[in-house]
């Protein structure tokens, strides 16, 4: 029984697996072409999102009976010709909740008081007491879009801070302290929108140029969730006319990010999809992607 680990993994997970007395390879920085020579000898691989697992890499993989993704997101891997083939596809779905969710509120705060933009004028050793004057974000709305696992511990966060939280999830009837309203009516109400929502057909560019209309203005808008649920021009377009007075982005319509024109904005944060880049999140997901292995190899 053997694993092969395609992504950076933490040690300890690759520990949970040998104890078991599974063999495990661990090229975290293999390339798709070793990926295709290696793979037919494993009945199960590892792997986090910089891995493609494609209909190639499934053909070739002849003994594979377990893809474990180490993260939630699975648009890595092809997991309808996956599971054709009879291969279990698996992820750590609980893993990065509370990291993903403390992010989105650390952004939330930082738009609120534009701490990365202070924090750039100190360093140029200025004293712009004047230019700072931020927002509350106690007595605001915030306005989610998905409330899944992650949506839900950002409300619950943001509930504790003082603000109202209303949802748009047609997939959801009814929510604790979290008012459902129908999109509109929550880029008319919300002061912060928050995304957390897969990007699907029906989420793509979700966030477009109608959308940024019937928001309020001086909305502050973060996405933690994923890349291509934002209209990245429309985004653009709303902070040049102010319609937009903050956004912070961690996802990006494509990755790793190759046109830097959001973050000319001074009015834009961001971060290199770090969402679940935490000491503690990091150590879950490897844990439980582990735990996924153990079980898919041996029962
Ligand atoms: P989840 O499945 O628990 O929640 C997603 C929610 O989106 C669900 O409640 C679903 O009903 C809702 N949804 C689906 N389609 C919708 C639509 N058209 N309109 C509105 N809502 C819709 O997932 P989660 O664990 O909460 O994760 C949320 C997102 O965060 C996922 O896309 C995930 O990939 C992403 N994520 C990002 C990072 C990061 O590093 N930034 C880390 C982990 C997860």
Excluded at 175 to 201: C, G, M, Q, R, Y
């Amino acid at each position: 029984m053997k694993v092969l680990i395609c992504d950076a993994t933490d040690p300890k997970a690759l520990k949970i697996i040998e104890e078991a007395g599974i063999e495990v390879v661990n090229q975290p920085d293999i390339t798709p072409e070793e990926l295709l020579e290696t793979i037919p000898e494993f009945p199960c691989m590892v792997v986090r999102s910089r891995t493609k697992v494609t209909r190639e890499v499934i053909d070739a993989g002849t003994a594979l009976k377990a893809i474990v993704r180490a993260g939630v997101g699975l648009d890595n891997i092809d997991v309808p010709y996956a599971k054709e083939k009879g291969i279990q596809v698996l992820n750590t779905p609980t893993a990065s909740t509370q990291s993903v969710a403390e992010l989105t509120v650390g952004y939330m705060l930082a738009l609120a008081r534009q701490l990365p933009q202070m924090t750039a004028s100190m360093k140029e050793g200025k004293w712009e007491k004047k230019a700072f004057t931020g927002i509350e974000v106690s007595g605001k709305t915030l306005g989610l879009i998905g409330s899944g696992r992650i949506g839900r511990a950002v409300a619950d966060r943001a509930i504790a801070l003082g603000m109202t939280v209303v949802a748009y999830d047609p997939y959801i009837s009814e929510l604790e302290n979290i008012e459902l309203v129908e999109l509109d009516e929550l880029l008319a109400k919300a002061d912060f929108i928050s995304l957390h929502v897969p990007h699907t057909d029906e989420t793509h560019n979700i966030l477009d140029q109608s959308a940024f209309k019937k928001m309020k203005d001086g909305v502050r808008v973060i996405n933690c969730g994923r890349g291509g649920t934002i209209d990245e021009d429309a985004l653009y377009q709303a902070v040049l006319d102010g319609k937009v007075a903050g956004a912070a982005l961690d996802v990006y319509a494509q990755e790793p990010l190759t046109d830097p024109k959001l973050f000319s904005l001074n009015q834009v944060i961001g971060s290199p999809h770090v969402g679940a880049g935490t000491k503690e999140g990091k150590a879950r997901v490897g844990e439980i992607a582990a735990q996924k292995v153990i079980e898919a190899l041996k029962g």
